[in-house]
C-alpha cells in the first residue's frame, strides 16, 4: 500500500542509499512528504541509535539540494525561498552531537554559544557564505536572548528539535513556543521517543498543535538494524533479595518518619547512596569500597564509600525519637547486611559471570550496561584481570546507560547482546534497543516492578503505531499505548543463588503484594546536587577569582595549570595553593574521568586507541592501591620498594598512593621496572611481560597530557582573543574558538577551608598516643595498643588525638555515671568520629583471640571502639578499641590503628 505513495516522497533515492533502519526510514519519508509545504511535523519513533539524528539532518539537506536545483518545487521548498536560506537549526545535546556529526564537511557543523562577554550575543558563527550550514544549539537559562540573536545571526529553512534521549527533553514546551516567536513560518522537526509520555506531554499543550506523524515498521524492511528481542533474567539470590527488602524497607520508614521536616535532604541522600549500589552490587563489596575510596569526590556530587555514607547517616540528629529509631534500625541493617557481603558472592556477581560465560568468544559484540560512567570505569577494572583482551579488541564492553554523554558514545552502533545491571525508569526502555538481544537483570523483588513495566515495554519496543496504516500520511492524536498482556520473557538463574560464609537470616513478613513490590523496589533516581550542602572537614574549599567557590574532597584529584608548567598536572585537592589555575569542564564539572574524555574527544580525530590505553592505565590504580593495603601503608610501601631493590623517596611514593599521578612517570624502561616494582607487591602479578602494556599505556596517557596542556592555554585565551590565531597540528582537528565552550580555566584566589589534617611530619601516631597518655589522668594504653599505632599509616593524627580527648573526657565521664552515653555519642558525631558499642556475635566468634585478651590475669572484651573513615585504607582508617577498668576507674586502649579483622 506505502509503494502508492513513492512518487510524491521527495528525494527518494537518498532514503533507499542510506543505512539507517526501517523505523528511521520510515520517519524520513514521512518527514519530507510534509516538510515539503512548509509543514512543521512531529515525530514520534522507536529508539534506534545516537547516530539517527544525522540521518534526520542530511535528509532535511538533500530536500534544500533538490530545490536548488529545481527538481522539488513547492510552497516551502523552492529555489526562490531556499537560496535564501542556508541554515539549518538544531536544538539537541550540542556539544555531544558536535562530536558525532563534526568530521561529516557535507553538514558544515557549527556551534552557537553565547559570547563569554555579558552583553555580546552569541559568538560570531564560521563559513557565513557556505551553501548550508548546520546549527547546533542548546537550551539556556535564557532562550529568548538565544532565539534573538539567531534571528539575526542566520537564515533557517527549517528547524529541527531532538526530544529524544539521545537529545535534551528538559523545558521542551519553552523552546518550541520561543522558537515559533522568533522563526515564524518556518516548520519544525520535532523529534520524541514512543512511549516518553512526559515529553509528549509538554508538545500536547502548545498553541499552535503540531502535524503528529506515528512511525511503525515495514515500509522498508531489508533496512532493519535492530529488532530488540528483550529478556527479564532473575538472580535467585533469596539471601541477598531478602536483605534488599528489609533494608528498602527501612529506609522508607526513615523517609516517612521525616516528610515535610526541613533541612533533612542529606538524610535521603545517604540512604538512597547506601541502597542504590548494594542493589546494582556485581563486584565483590571489598572490591567496590577501595575503588569509591580511591576515588573520593567532595562538592555537590560526593561519592565515597557505603561505609562512609552508613557514617554520615550515625552522625544525624532528627527531630524525633521516632524517627531516630526508624534510622538506627536502617544503620544496623546495612551494617549487617556489608559484613554478610564482605566474603560473600551476590547472585548478580555470579549471574554476570554467568552470562558472559554464555556469550563471549561467540563472534559477537556484547556489553554490560550499568547505570554510569563511573560505575562502568569500576566494573571495567575489576573485569579486567579475566577479560582483559576482549575489553582491549571491542568484543566486551562495559557502558553507562543513564545520561546522553554515554549514550552518544556508546549508541553509534547495534551491538549483538546487552546484559543491563542497572535499573531501568518506566521511560528507559529506549535501553532494550541498543542490542537485538537484551537481558535486565534482576533479583526477585525487582523483577515484580520490572515485569509490569514489561508489559508496556513491549508495544514500545516492537515499534508499532496507534494507527495501524500509519504509511496513510493522516495525522492523529497521542494515544496510549495499551501494555502488552505478555510482556518480556522471563528465566529465572537458580544457580544464581548468591555464596556466603555466613548467611544472616531475616524474619520478614512482607505483604504478596506486587503494588507494595512495586513501589518499594522502584529504581531510585540520581541525586540531584546539593548546592546548599555543607562542606565537611575533609574537604578543601576554594574561591576562584571569578567568584565562585569550588569543594573538593583532600585527595580528589585536579587537574590545574600552574605558572611555568608546559603540561597538565593532575594534583590532590590538599595540595592546592592560591595561584593554581583549575581546568574545568564547561558545566563546572571537576571530574577527572569527564574532563579527560571532553579534551580528547575535542582534541583527537581518532579516540579508540586512546580509549585502550586508559583502560589498561587504569590498572596502575588497582596495583598501588593494593600495594598500599599489603604493606600496611605508604611507609611499608617504601619500605618494602627499598627492600626490592627500587630506589624511590617517600614524597613519590605518597603521590603514586594518592592517584595523583597516572603511573611513575619515568618514561620506557623506567615506567615498567617501577609498575612491575609496585604490582608485584601488590600480589596481583607475578611476571614483568603482564605489565607491559599497563606501562605503555602510562607512557601513552602522560605524553597525551603534555600535548593537551601546550595548546589549551594558548585556545582558551585565543576564544576570548578574536584577533589571536591558533595555528599547529591540532588546530586542524578543531576550531580553537570552539574548546571555550568545552572547558574553562579558573584561577584559585585563596583557600577558604583546609581539610583537618596534621601534617607535621614529625609526629606519628605511636608518638600522639605515647603523649597523651603519659599526661593523662583517665586514659591508659597498654604495649599491645602502642605496637599497633607504630604498624599503622593513618595519616590524621588531629583526628586520632580527638579519640583520645572523647576517651578522657565524655566516655569517662560515662562511665562514673556523670552522663548518659547518647550524650558521649553525639559528642563523638559532631567531631565526625563514630562510636560502636561491641562487635556481631559472628565476628566475636571468629576472632576470639583479637576481642578477647588478657588484662591483669583477666580476659576482658575490646569489641566498643571508636572509629574514623573507611576500613580499607589504612592510611586513611582508623579504630581505637578499649575497655573499661572498673578498679582503676580509667579507660585502658588495647588497640590505636588499622582495623581489626571482622571476618575469616
Same mark, same amino acid.
Given at each position: ?7 510524491? $516522497? ?29 509543514? #512543521?511535523?512531529?515525530? *514520534?519513533?522507536?529508539?534506534? #541509535? ?98 534573538? =540573536? ?15 534521549? &539521545? ?14 516567536? &522568533? ?24 498553541? *499552535? ?98 561505609? =562512609? ?93 543513564? #545520561? ?16 543491563? $545491571? ?66 518480556i520473557p522471563v528465566e529465572r538463574w537458580t544457580d544464581c543463588s548468591g555464596q556466603y560464609v555466613h548467611r544472616i537470616k531475616l524474619d520478614l513478613d512482607h505483604p504478596d503484594d506486587g503494588d507494595w513490590f512495586e513501589q518499594l523496589m522502584e529504581p531510585i533516581a540520581e541525586p540531584p546536587p546539593s548546592t546548599s550542602r555543607e562542606p565537611e572537614d575533609d574537604e578543601v574549599v576554594v574561591l576562584t577569582e571569578a567568584g565562585r567557590r569550588h569543594s573538593f574532597h ?35 564539572? =571537576? ?43 605508604? @611507609?611499608?610501601?617504601?619500605?618494602? %620498594? ?65 600535548? !593537551? ?30 574548546? /571555550?565552550?568545552?572547558?574553562? %580555566? ?24 605515647? @603523649? ?15 605496637? *599497633? ?5 593513618? #595519616? ?10 572523647? !576517651? ?32 556481631? /556475635? ?18 576482658? =572484651? $575490646? ?42
Amino acid at each position: 500500500m506505502a509503494e502508492g505513495y513513492r512518487s510524491a $516522497i521527495p528525494s527518494a533515492d537518498f532514503v533507499d542509499s542510506i543505512t539507517c533502519g526501517d523505523a528511521l526510514a520510515g520517519a524520513i519519508t514521512a518527514l519530507g512528504y510534509r516538510l515539503r509545504h512548509g509543514q #512543521s511535523i512531529w515525530l *514520534s519513533l522507536p529508539i534506534s #541509535s545516537a547516530g539517527d539524528l544525522g540521518w534526520v539532518l542530511r535528509y532535511v539537506h538533500a530536500l534544500r539540494m533538490e530545490s536548488l536545483r529545481g527538481v522539488l518545487r513547492s510552497n516551502w521548498f523552492n529555489h526562490r525561498n531556499m537560496s535564501e536560506r542556508q541554515d539549518l537549526l538544531v536544538w539537541t545535546n550540542r556539544r555531544a552531537q558536535f562530536t558525532a556529526l563534526r568530521e561529516d564537511k557535507a553538514l558544515g557543523v557549527d556551534m552557537v554559544r553565547s559570547s563569554s562577554r555579558g552583553g555580546e550575543g552569541i559568538i560570531p558563527l564560521r563559513n557565513p557564505d557556505r551553501i548550508f550550514r548546520t546549527l547546533l544549539i542548546q537550551m539556556t537559562h535564557n532562550n529568548i536572548q538565544l532565539c534573538s =540573536d539567531l534571528s539575526t545571526a542566520s537564515s533557517p529553512f527549517a528547524i529541527v528539535v531532538d526530544a529524544t534521549p &539521545f537529545g535534551k527533553r528538559d523545558g521542551l514546551r519553552e523552546v518550541l513556543e520561543t522558537i515559533a516567536s &522568533f522563526h515564524k513560518g518556518v516548520p519544525v522537526i520535532v523529534l520524541t521517543a514512543v512511549g516518553d509520555l512526559h515529553t509528549e506531554q509538554q508538545i500536547q499543550h502548545l498553541k *499552535s498543535p503540531m502535524w503528529r506523524q506515528p512511525l511503525g515498521r515495514g515500509l522498508f524492511p531489508a533496512k532493519r538494524l535492530v529488532a530488540p528481542s528483550p529478556r527479564l533474567l532473575i538472580a535467585c539470590d533469596n539471601t541477598m533479595n531478602e536483605h534488599l527488602i528489609a533494608l528498602a524497607e527501612k529506609g522508607r520508614s526513615v523517609k516517612d518518619a521525616i516528610a515535610g521536616s526541613q533541612g533533612l535532604r542529606s538524610v535521603i541522600q545517604g540512604i538512597d547512596q547506601v541502597i542504590s549500589p548494594l542493589r546494582a552490587l556485581c563486584v565483590p563489596v571489598a572490591f567496590y569500597e577501595k575503588y569509591q575510596d580511591a576515588n573520593r569526590r567532595g562538592g555537590p556530587y560526593p561519592v565515597k564509600p557505603v561505609v =562512609d555514607w552508613i557514617d554520615d547517616l550515625g552522625r544525624a540528629e532528627l527531630p524525633s525519637g521516632q524517627s531516630q529509631n526508624a534510622l538506627d534500625e536502617f544503620i544496623f541493617q546495612a551494617e549487617q547486611l556489608l559484613e554478610m557481603l564482605m566474603e560473600g558472592e551476590v547472585g548478580k556477581q555470579q549471574a554476570v559471570n554467568k552470562w558472559l560465560q554464555e556469550h563471549q568468544n561467540k563472534g559477537q559484540r556484547i556489553a554490560i550496561g550499568v547505570t554510569g560512567e563511573r560505575a562502568s570505569v569500576l566494573l571495567t577494572s575489576w573485569m579486567m584481570n579475566e577479560h582483559a583482551e576482549e575489553l582491549n579488541d571491542g568484543r566486551l564492553r562495559v557502558i553507562g546507560i543513564n #545520561s546522553s554523554r554515554d549514550l552518544y558514545r556508546h549508541g553509534q552502533e547495534p551491538l549483538d547482546r546487552l546484559l543491563l $545491571i542497572a535499573p531501568l525508569w518506566a521511560q528507559g526502555y529506549w535501553a532494550f534497543a541498543l542490542a537485538d538481544n537484551t537481558d535486565l537483570l534482576c533479583y526477585e523483588s525487582e523483577s515484580v516492578w520490572a515485569e509490569r513495566y514489561g508489559q508496556r515495554w513491549s508495544p514500545l519496543l516492537a515499534g508499532d503505531s496507534d494507527n495501524g496504516e500509519w504509511w496513510s500520511l493522516a495525522p492523529s492524536r497521542y494515544q496510549y499505548v495499551r501494555a502488552s498482556e505478555k510482556g518480556i520473557p522471563v528465566e529465572r538463574w537458580t544457580d544464581c543463588s548468591g555464596q556466603y560464609v555466613h548467611r544472616i537470616k531475616l524474619d520478614l513478613d512482607h505483604p504478596d503484594d506486587g503494588d507494595w513490590f512495586e513501589q518499594l523496589m522502584e529504581p531510585i533516581a540520581e541525586p540531584p546536587p546539593s548546592t546548599s550542602r555543607e562542606p565537611e572537614d575533609d574537604e578543601v574549599v576554594v574561591l576562584t577569582e571569578a567568584g565562585r567557590r569550588h569543594s573538593f574532597h583532600c585527595r580528589q584529584r585536579i587537574y590545574v595549570y600552574r605558572e611555568g608548567d608546559s603540561s597538565i598536572d593532575r594534583i590532590i585537592a590538599g595540595d592546592l595553593v592560591p595561584g593554581d589555575t583549575l581546568i574545568l569542564t564547561d558545566e563546572g564539572s =571537576d571530574d577527572t574521568a569527564d574532563l579527560l574524555r571532553v579534551l580528547i574527544d575535542y582534541t583527537q580525530a581518532n579516540t579508540e586507541n586512546y580509549e585502550s590505553f586508559q583502560m589498561f592505565a587504569r590498572r596502575w590504580d588497582d596495583y598501588i592501591t593494593h600495594a598500599v593495603e599489603t604493606c600496611g601503608g605508604v @611507609d611499608g610501601l617504601h619500605k618494602a %620498594l627499598a627492600a626490592a631493590g627500587t630506589k624511590v623517596d617517600v614524597a613519590t611514593v605518597r603521590g603514586w598512593a594518592n592517584l595523583a599521578r597516572i603511573g611513575p612517570g619515568h618514561g620506557g624502561q623506567g615506567t615498567l621496572d617501577y609498575t612491575f616494582a609496585v604490582a608485584k607487591l601488590s600480589g596481583l602479578v607475578s611476571k614483568k611481560t603482564e605489565v607491559q602494556k599497563v606501562a605503555k599505556a602510562i607512557d601513552k596517557i602522560r605524553h597525551t597530557h603534555r600535548d !593537551l596542556g601546550k595548546r589549551l592555554r594558548q585556545y582558551v585565551i585565543a576564544a576570548s582573543s578574536p584577533n589571536t590565531e591558533v595555528n599547529g597540528h591540532i588546530a586542524d582537528a578543531i576550531d580553537p574558538k570552539i574548546i /571555550a565552550d568545552v572547558v574553562h %580555566l579558573e584561577t584559585i584566589e585563596k583557600i577558604i577551608q583546609y581539610p583537618n589534617i596534621v601534617l607535621d611530619e614529625s609526629k606519628s601516631l605511636a608518638s600522639t598516643l605515647s @603523649d597523651y597518655v603519659s599526661i593523662s589522668e583517665n586514659v591508659v594504653a597498654t604495649s599491645r595498643a602502642e605496637k *599497633s599505632a607504630e604498624k599503622s599509616g593513618f #595519616s590524621n593524627l588531629g583526628k586520632a588525638d580527638k579519640c583520645l580527648q572523647l !576517651l578522657e573526657s565524655e566516655f569517662h565521664d560515662v562511665y562514673t555515671g556523670k552522663i548518659r552515653i547518647e550524650e558521649a555519642v553525639q559528642a563523638a558525631k559532631r567531631a565526625g568520629i563514630s562510636y560502636a558499642g561491641g562487635m556481631s /556475635a559472628v565476628t566475636q566468634g571468629q576472632h576470639a583471640d583479637t576481642y578477647k585478651v588478657r588484662y591483669k590475669g583477666a580476659n576482658v =572484651d $575490646i569489641g566498643k571502639h571508636l572509629r574514623v573513615g573507611t576500613s580499607y585504607n589504612p592510611e586513611h582508617c582508623f579504630r581505637c578499641h578499649f575497655h573499661w577498668d572498673e578498679a582503676d576507674q580509667k579507660i585502658v586502649v588495647h588497640h590505636f590503628g588499622r582495623h581489626l579483622p571482622t571476618r575469616k
